[in-house]
């Protein structure tokens, strides 16, 4: 089974930069699709940012020149850079890959994951 595991959350000041990781345990897992989500309480969640397979991203409005992901040269793991941080950025930041996201190498796994969150706390 596969597992996500992000860090680099903190706290910072407005206008600070954190970078965010999100890493597939076992060494034969590739990741190629990443969707990074925001969620307050463990249930309200909205979408901030995504890599398709073909490694596009798409933004949030509310993010969108300020964030920026990205993947590793050998897509071990996936990155979620965030400059010019607002207090409305605070968060349990969530990687989580969709179905056909993670390769090995013999297989396109058929499931999502999603991993447990960071913290990213922005005050000013």
């Known amino acids: 089974q596969v597992d996500l595991v992000e860090s680099g959350g903190g706290s910072v000041r407005v206008g600070g930069s954190l970078r965010l990781s999100c890493v597939a345990s076992?060494?034969?897992?590739?990741?190629?699709?990443v969707n990074w989500y925001r969620q307050d309480t463990g249930t309200r969640r909205e979408l901030v940012a995504e890599?398709?397979?073909?490694?596009?991203?798409n933004y949030d409005a509310s993010v969108k020149g300020r964030f920026t992901v990205s993947r590793d040269q050998d897509r071990k793991g996936v990155w979620l850079q965030m400059d010019s941080l607002k207090t409305e950025d605070s968060g349990v930041y969530v990687c989580q890959t969709p179905p056909g996201g993670i390769t090995t190498g013999r297989h396109t796994l058929s499931s999502e994951y999603w991993g447990k969150g960071t913290q990213v706390t922005v005050s000013s």
């Open positions: 890599m398709a397979n073909d490694g596009t991203t």
């Open positions: 076992g060494p034969e897992y590739r990741i190629r699709a």
